[in-house]
Nanobody, 120 residues
């Protein structure tokens, strides 16, 4: 069993900041990728930012320069720092991990989602 536990999110005014965290736990052998996807109402889910096992990061064009992604030393927790938030960043944010378990893989795991609302 693998669990992804998300925290952070909420309501923030335009121009404000929020920090999301995602902690992976369970029968994990190694993590290939962790990232944050977001889904606005009526839209498809899209990648916001991600980090590979080698430490390479990738960002959607719409968040470059405003969002940063980092992970802890154990590489099982990923943090998304969101600055200069805009109303169009409003969405449910989902953590995703691509990982190897003790029995095989790679497998995709998703968190339950945390809402982010940017509004005055």
């Amino acid at each position: 069993q693998v669990q992804l536990v998300e925290s952070g999110g909420g309501l923030v005014q335009p121009g404000g900041s929020l920090r999301l965290s995602c902690a992976a736990s369970g029968s994990i052998f190694s993590i290939n990728f962790m990232g944050w996807y977001r889904q606005a109402p009526g839209e498809r889910r899209e990648l916001g930012a991600g980090i590979t096992s080698g430490g390479s990061t990738l960002f959607a064009d719409s968040v470059k320069g405003r969002f940063t992604i980092s992970r802890d030393n154990a590489k099982t927790t990923v943090n998304l720092q969101m600055n200069s938030l805009k109303p169009e960043d409003t969405a449910v944010y989902y953590c995703k991990a691509v990982l190897m378990t003790m029995t095989g893989g790679p497998y995709d795991y998703w968190g339950q989602g945390t809402p982010v609302t940017v509004s005055s």
